[in-house]
């Protein structure tokens, strides 16, 4: 199973190490421990939407940014992981395709025109 914490780890790792900074630079400007910015580096600490907005401002990389590399690669992790359906989707998971079949104005068989 792959854990939301350690991709966040690696995606901020990844950043941090692009620009060439280390974790002393990049925990001394978002004011957060050194050991506490390892450990979220390393998936083994859940960090909080305020740290991650601080580790975020001091890697220079809007939080979306980073929400949505995290994103990408979970979605591509799941694709590696989970079985894939064959076939049609059942119908109770069936997205509507038309704007008749969204209001459920879609002819029936049963029903005659008028």
């Known amino acids: 199973m792959v854990l939301l914490r350690q991709l966040l ?3 901020l790792r990844q950043l941090r190490l692009r620009q060439g900074r ?3 630079e990049v925990s001394a400007a978002a004011r957060v421990s050194l050991g506490y910015l390892s450990e979220v580096e390393r998936g083994q600490k859940e960090a909080s939407s305020e740290l991650l907005a601080s580790i975020c401002k001091a890697l ?3 939080l979306s940014h980073v929400l949505r590399e ?3 690669q979970l979605s591509l992790a799941e694709l590696q992981h989970d079985p894939v359906m064959a076939g049609p ?3 109770h998971e069936r997205i509507p395709a038309t704007p008749a079949e969204l209001t459920g104005d879609a002819f029936r068989g049963d ?3 008028a």
């Open 9 to 11: 780890g690696d995606v």
């Open 22 to 24: 280390t974790l002393r």
């Open 60 to 62: 220079g990389v809007p």
């Open 70 to 72: 995290v994103s990408d």
């Open 89 to 91: 989707a059942p119908e």
């Open 111 to 113: 029903m005659v025109a």
